[in-house]
């Protein structure tokens, strides 16, 4: 019985990444926003697929909650994205790159606003999340289910990842020059919210992305780390925010004026927010 559902989960996390990719290749905000609705859909079935692998019970939000019968009904509050990404690195043991749980937690934001703001996704976004996606989804696959996708799947995704990322790397090439010689934040936090590219840049007190053109307050980059930490106390114009350095650990950092703590915090610590 196992095996059928894990099958389920799989197909329907690939159908979801097909989808993904069809809309992305339309050309509506409309197109667009299906296009990041599906390649969510499809990133967090493949999370409940990688615990699925490693036991049927962590599906349930509530552990002590699981039980056969409720997971045959599908009478059960499934887990919740948070939850399985702390569990496929804390029990499934998944090694996840800073950057691709970045662009995670940065998909699962705009998921959110996507609902609300559909008319403002733009042609870039787009292709540069799908682009990410796509590589984030064949390699946790390949990597941790040890599954191929289907060959035809494979090959046309893999058509399409090709044409997204050239689209992303000629407008990379193209602002190469006036990235250089902008003020940028703090290295750890030059990747737009809305895009996912490394391309903010400082003005005043915002910071902008060269590649999409979406505007984001400093403060607001602090909220989306792992949690802010009281002003800075170097600039005074921003809050500082927690990075993770690793699983257990992270540091305070100034987006705006690249201040950092010198020691390093439990990750615990800094995920309840408080001042350092
Ligand atoms: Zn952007
Ligand atoms: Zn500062």
New binding site residues.
Partial sequence: MADELDLNLIENAEDFLLEAVKYAKGSSPRDWKYAALHLWSALELLLKALLENEHWSLLFEDVDKASQKKLREGDFQTVRFDTALDRIRGIVGVELEQKDLRYLKQLRDLRNRATHFAAKLKV??AKSLVARGISVFLTLEQRYLHEEPDKGLEYEINQDLQEFQKYVDERLRTLKPELERSDRPHPWFRT?L??N?E?LVSRDDTAV?L????EVEFTELADHSEGPGGPCPECEDCTLAFVLLNNDEGRFVCPKCGFETEHNFNSEYGRYGEEY
């Fill in positions: 870039e976004q737009c809305s895009c590219q391309t992305c590649f999409c053109g979406e």
